[in-house]
């Protein structure tokens, strides 16, 4: 199975990774000055996945109500 396949039939774990992976280089962009500790930074960015599926989750609700709908 190639990657194309995969992504095809698994749309919404490849949002998710796409918008995790955006959202955690703004993330390290706008806090590299601030001085996190080590503990602190893998908090936010486990956080911030988890926070990247939540809205990938939330933008799916729509696509269900179109199906329904077609």
């Not at 936010?44 to 990938?56: E, K, M, P, R, Y």
Request: charged residues 20%; aromatic residues 8%.
């Amino acid at each position: 199975m190639s990657i194309k396949e995969w992504a095809s039939r698994h749309p919404r774990l490849v949002m998710w990774a796409v918008l995790a992976v955006g959202m955690v280089i703004i993330l390290i962009w706008s806090a590299k000055d601030v001085g996190l500790l080590p503990g602190q930074w893998a908090a936010l960015i486990i956080t911030t996945i988890l926070l990247a599926g939540l809205c990938v989750w939330i933008i799916s609700w729509g696509e269900k109500d179109e199906e329904k709908e077609a």
